[in-house]
């Protein structure tokens, strides 16, 4: 297979925050791409995937109407567009496959620190300024609140200097754009992160074929972006102590060592950071010779 019609189309962020782990994951999933003159599509050149570079609050649109087959974008995105409903059908037309680990940030609702705050119904009859109306309506609803969601498409943080609301809905990942706006952190509307999306189209079995390694290839580079091979030498007696205070390890190799009768070698897979604290831990239980190497590629 490889007409175009036959090719997995992928929707990721153009340029902005997502772009640079969107393309090392797909990378380091084995995706070699070439990149066109206008850059806008990127021809993979070793897999029958392509890529369409767009803005992020795009993605799930061009998904939903069948564009792409799969999308990556962050799930403020991905909600929004859901709630937002404005689809032909009337029902959402994609599903999320999997969480991906990065862009992680949260929407809150943020006020000035003067603003009298007990909860959600000190929001009854104010204004609330975002880029999110539709997860800001959606809030107010879950929580039985009348407020005006005024559209900001972006600086949401200076609408309350402005103004023009006396609340925001706004993304937030260390908060330091709240503090400089002297703006106080009330309550998250969404724990947001990268998603991947897929169409809920159907597609052919190539294809489909292609996203499930894909996604294999996936679950292995987010497993092994932590996982560490450790490596020592135990008493006997201390194997079970030590097995133990492996973080995240499956049953490890034992292997005995050549002229010692009551050390052995111990080897196993943790799929946690191993830090120094448990280094010291193991050693303390009888370890030692403890080396820790990076996992490069893992299949299950
Ligand atoms: P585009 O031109 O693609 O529309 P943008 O300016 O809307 O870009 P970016 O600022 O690059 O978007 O953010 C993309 C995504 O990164 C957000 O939608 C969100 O999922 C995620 N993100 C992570 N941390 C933050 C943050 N502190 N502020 C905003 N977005 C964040
Ligand atoms: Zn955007």
Same mark, same amino acid.
């Given at each position: 297979m490889d007409t175009a019609a036959d090719r997995l189309k992928i929707a990721v962020?153009?340029?902005? &925050?997502?772009?640079?782990?969107t393309m090392?994951l797909l990378e380091r999933c084995g995706l070699k791409i070439r990149k066109s003159k206008d850059q806008l599509f990127c021809y993979g050149e070793n897999m029958p995937i392509d890529l369409l570079l767009v ?7 061009l998904v939903?109407e069948d564009v792409c087959d799969l999308g990556i974008?962050? #799930? ?5 567009? &859901? ?14 496959l &999997? ?24 929001? @009854? ?16 609803? &879950?929580?039985? %609140?009348?407020? $005006? ?41 969404? $724990?947001?992160?990268?998603?991947l999306?897929q169409t809920?189209a159907p597609l052919s079995d190539a294809k489909q074929e292609w996203i499930d390694r894909l996604l294999q290839r996936m679950?292995?580079v ?7 091979? +450790?490596? #020592? ?5 201390? %194997?079970? @102590? ?17 002229? +010692?009768?009551?050390? %052995? ?27 820790? #190497?990076? %996992? @490069?590629?893992?299949l299950?």
């Amino acid at each position: 297979m490889d007409t175009a019609a036959d090719r997995l189309k992928i929707a990721v962020q153009k340029s902005g &925050r997502l772009t640079e782990q969107t393309m090392q994951l797909l990378e380091r999933c084995g995706l070699k791409i070439r990149k066109s003159k206008d850059q806008l599509f990127c021809y993979g050149e070793n897999m029958p995937i392509d890529l369409l570079l767009v803005r992020d609050d795009d993605i799930p649109g061009l998904v939903g109407e069948d564009v792409c087959d799969l999308g990556i974008a962050g #799930l403020n995105v991905i909600e929004e567009k &859901r709630l937002n409903g404005t689809f032909e059908s009337g029902q959402t037309p994609f599903h999320e496959l &999997r969480q991906l680990g990065f862009g992680e940030c949260r929407l809150s609702l943020a006020a000035p620190e003067a603003q009298e705050w007990s909860g959600p119904q000190s929001l @009854e009859g104010r204004r609330i300024a975002t880029s999110y109306p539709a997860l800001t309506r959606d809030y107010l609803d &879950r929580n039985g %609140v009348n407020a $005006d969601v005024v559209y900001f498409s972006g600086a949401v943080e200076i609408a309350p200097r402005l103004g023009k609301a006396e609340f925001i809905s706004d993304l937030v990942s260390t908060g330091s754009t709240l503090v400089a706006n002297q703006l106080v952190e009330l309550e998250t509307l969404l $724990d947001s992160q990268v998603a991947l999306i897929q169409t809920n189209a159907p597609l052919s079995d190539a294809k489909q074929e292609w996203i499930d390694r894909l996604l294999q290839r996936m679950e292995g580079v987010m497993q092994v972006s932590e996982s560490k091979y +450790i490596m #020592l030498h135990a008493p006997r007696t201390a %194997v079970a @102590e030590i097995t133990r205070i492996l973080p995240g390890s499956e049953a490890p190799t034992i292997l005995p060592l050549e002229g +010692i009768d009551d050390r %052995v070698a111990v080897h196993a897979v943790c799929r946690e950071n191993v830090f120094w604290e448990t280094l010291e831990s193991l050693k303390a239980a009888g370890a030692s010779s403890m080396l820790v #190497l990076p %996992v @490069e590629k893992m299949l299950a």
